[in-house]
Structure formats: structure tokens, C-alpha cells
């Protein structure tokens, strides 16, 4: 059974850093793109960044130089780590690989 399991959201003020983690199972893990999307309240799911299997990266244009995406093999894990966060960081984010998705770690960031 595959899984996504998101981890390390909560409460930060602005200027502050969390970081996430996506525990993937159940499904070849290495060879896959692994993507962190989020979504605030009813808005459109937008792709904050994405890791290729060979470790490439691609981040949105608004969290470049913010927020590092990496992942792990060895532990089946993608980070999301994310520093400078500003208020409209505020959302779920969500750990997507192929047509799997998490449940969502949710980020406030306050003022």
C-alpha cells in the first residue's frame, strides 16, 4: 500500500523557518519526481517545488531562495525546508509523487 506521510507543520512568526518531511512507502521511491504542492483555504493547489530522481530541483518563483527541497533515498524521505517565511506561506502543504498524495501538514505563519 503506498503512502505519503507529511510532517512538520505548526505555527511559525514571519521571518521564521520550519521544515517538512514527506515518508514515502509501498512504491519504488528513488526513481520517482517528488513534488510539494500547497493550498490555502479554497484557492487553487499550487507546486511549490519538485525533486527529480536524479536530484534535480524546480521551485516556485516566489519561494526560490527560500526553501530547499532534498530527499533521502536511503530513508525514503523528501525535506521541505523552508526559511523567511512570510504570511502567505500560510497553507497546506502536500507531498505528491505519481498519483499519490499526502493528507497535508498545515503552516501558519504569523505576523
Known amino acids: 500500500q503506498v503512502q505519503l506521510v507529511e510532517s512538520g507543520g505548526g505555527l511559525v512568526q514571519a521571518g521564521g523557518s520550519l521544515k517538512l518531511s514527506c515518508a514515502a512507502s509501498?512504491?519504488?521511491?528513488?526513481?520517482?519526481?517528488t513534488r510539494w504542492w500547497r493550498q490555502y483555504g479554497g484557492d487553487l493547489r499550487e507546486l511549490v517545488a519538485e525533486?527529480?530522481?536524479?536530484?534535480?530541483?524546480t521551485y516556485l518563483y516566489s519561494v526560490k531562495g527560500r526553501f530547499t527541497i532534498s530527499r533521502d533515498n536511503a530513508k525514503n524521505t523528501v525535506s521541505l525546508e523552508m526559511n523567511s517565511l512570510k504570511t502567505e506561506d500560510t497553507a497546506t502543504y502536500y507531498c505528491?509523487?505519481?498519483?499519490?498524495w499526502g493528507k497535508g501538514t498545515l503552516v501558519t505563519v504569523s505576523s
Open positions: 505528491n509523487s505519481k498519483t499519490y
Open positions: 509501498g512504491y519504488i521511491f528513488r526513481t520517482t519526481n
Open positions: 525533486i527529480s530522481s536524479g536530484g534535480e530541483t
